[in-house]
């Protein structure tokens, strides 16, 4: 099992409505509801069809697979976790998921989500996930990065790429999503999400109280794929 240790920014919690109900304050901006789930996840992202490189996932997908015991309750396992999401009114999604796109316009920025960055929302919401099988995300403290439009050579380069006016420049670095995106700094750790877990982290909307969370999409492991629950 991969364990979770609390820190500054991450807390963690042994129930959905502790997951749920908890306000973030502080340097809080991550929560983990801390499992160790029984059954057999592997057996349903091998049994799913992938037909794009992200596919959602229905329940009646699901309930369609033919499938061994353990395999049986990891799908319930999963049917709980979708159904408990939509009962506080958030939007699950379950994705079979090969890779993401990359951005690969530029050399010197990326805005994919492989690269650390905040999620935005035009409206007061987090963000759930759990990877039930497959490489899962990393998050890390906000004061263990550098937002990446505030790097000089960066910055230099992004007014280079820029042709409007310069009081619209910043307005430009967000229309861009540029702003989402954060670098490391020297020493920064990285904390792995870990398989299992369900996790709600902060982002960047009206009324937050608190810094979004910091965080980036895994490198896919050779010849697996991830199934994972976002919303």
């Known amino acids: 099992m991969h364990t979770i240790a609390p820190t500054k920014h991450i807390k963690v919690v042994d129930r959905f409505t502790d997951l749920t109900d908890t306000v973030f304050t502080g340097d809080n901006n991550a929560l983990c509801w801390q499992r160790t789930l029984r059954g057999n996840f592997k057996e349903i992202a091998q049994k799913l069809a992938l037909k794009e490189n992200i596919t959602e996932i229905s329940i009646e997908d699901l309930l369609a697979l033919d ?6 309750l990891a799908r319930e396992t999963i049917i709980d976790d979708l159904n408990s999401l939509t009962d506080i ?9 090969k890779e993401y796109e990359r951005d690969e ?3 010197f920025i990326s805005t994919d989500v492989y690269s650390f960055h905040v999620d935005r929302a035009p409206i007061c ?5 759990c990877t039930y099988y497959g490489a899962a995300s ?34 430009f670095l967000k229309d861009n999503f540029f702003d989402l995106h954060y670098q490391l700094k020297e020493n920064a ?38 199934l994972m629950l976002i919303c």
């Open 67 to 72: 499938l061994s015991d353990e395999g049986a």
């Open 89 to 97: 009114g958030a939007i699950p999604s379950l994705n079979l998921l």
């Open 105 to 107: 316009e530029y050399d």
């Open 125 to 129: 919401s987090d963000t759930y996930l």
């Open 138 to 171: 990393d998050i890390v403290a906000n004061d263990e990065v550098e937002q990446k439009i505030l790097i000089p050579e960066i910055r230099t380069q992004l007014r280079s790429i820029y042709e409007g006016l310069e009081e619209e420049f910043d307005e």
């Open 189 to 226: 750790t990285p904390i792995n999400l870990g398989n299992g877990h369900l996790w709600r982290l902060a982002v960047d909307a009206p009324q937050q109280q608190v810094l979004p969370c910091v965080h980036r999409a895994p490198k896919e492991n050779q010849g697996e794929y991830r």
